[in-house]
């Protein structure tokens, strides 16, 4: 499917059957899951598939996680071993991605896994996601809905802002309410933390009965949510800041005076749920030089911090 005119659906029967069919002939349709909202695609079309690079502007090298009803769906696709089921029994549906060997006869396009022979695969906690599965009945790749590079969208609103004239669905949901992506752990070998995200790694590593591998050499990211500036507002970002200078705009946590607080009570979950929001929001306000205050580096705070250091990393 090409020229892209947009079609907007509620998330009812009526509206995720029309938004699956579009799915089915090969088009793009934003979908909300419990994390932010992806731009999904028929995960076995490679037409499709790579009209989901085009549309974000992503680099090819970037594989997909692909979304799927329950795990029996996702062991057709994949091997899991203990470590996967055990996680995956744990937390799915939830905002988890687990990266597995892929089976050979899996179908799945070669351009979702970026030709390795591993696959991420996710148990999305969200109705319309669900919904929209089941009307389908087909895995779901999909990458966030935002250009590549930009801030991921929580809302159907920033989708539309980011790519209405690039899809040709988008199923509004409402907000998403963790609002951070899906942690991502590798069982290819030993257990191994890909990305922070909506999943606590302590939670993780506590199901495990043993601390997670972390992947750390940078030259070689196997996510990239990795790559070094990735998840970038238009302004400049400093970080770990007690108090804005007088051209910075201060984003708050906490206590603090300023005109966009990520959690005046500081709680890191309403943080985590409203982070791409406000990324968002200093985006609209024009602010060119962003100052954040500092954020507690446990829990939800480990992925909002990542997150963050991406923003204020030197743009390539
Ligand atoms: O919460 C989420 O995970 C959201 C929603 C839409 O589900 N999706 C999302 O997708 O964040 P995306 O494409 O923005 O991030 C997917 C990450 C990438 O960093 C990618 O490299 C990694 O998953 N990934 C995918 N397949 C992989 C593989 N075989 N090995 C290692 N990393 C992989
Ligand atoms: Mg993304």
Known sequence: MTNA????????????????????RGGLVSFPTETVYGLGADARDDTAVAAIFAAKGRPSFNPLIVHLPDLSAAENLCRFNDDARRLA????PGALTLV????ADAGISKLVTAGLDTLAVRVPDHPVAQGLLQAFDGP????SANPSGRVSPTTAAHVKAGLGNKINGLVDGGPCGVGVESTIV?????PTLLRAGGIPTEALEACLGQPLAVATDPA????????VSHYAPTGTVRLNAEKAAP???LLGFGPVDAPLNLSP?????????RLFDCLHRLDAMGAKRIAVSPIPDHGLGRAINDRLRRAAAPRG
């Open 220 to 227: 070689t990211p196997q996510a990239p949510g990795q790559l």
């Open 89 to 92: 029994g744990a937390f799915w």
């Open 100 to 103: 597995l060997p892929l089976k």
């Open 5 to 24: 005119t947009l079609q907007t659906f509620g998330p009812d029967p009526v509206g995720l059957a029309q938004a699956a069919a579009i799915l089915a």
């Open 265 to 273: 009570s500081g709680d890191l979950t309403e943080a985590a749920a």
């Open 247 to 249: 051209d910075e705009v």
């Open 186 to 190: 590798s069982c290819v070998g030993l």
């Open 140 to 143: 779901i790749a999909a990458p």
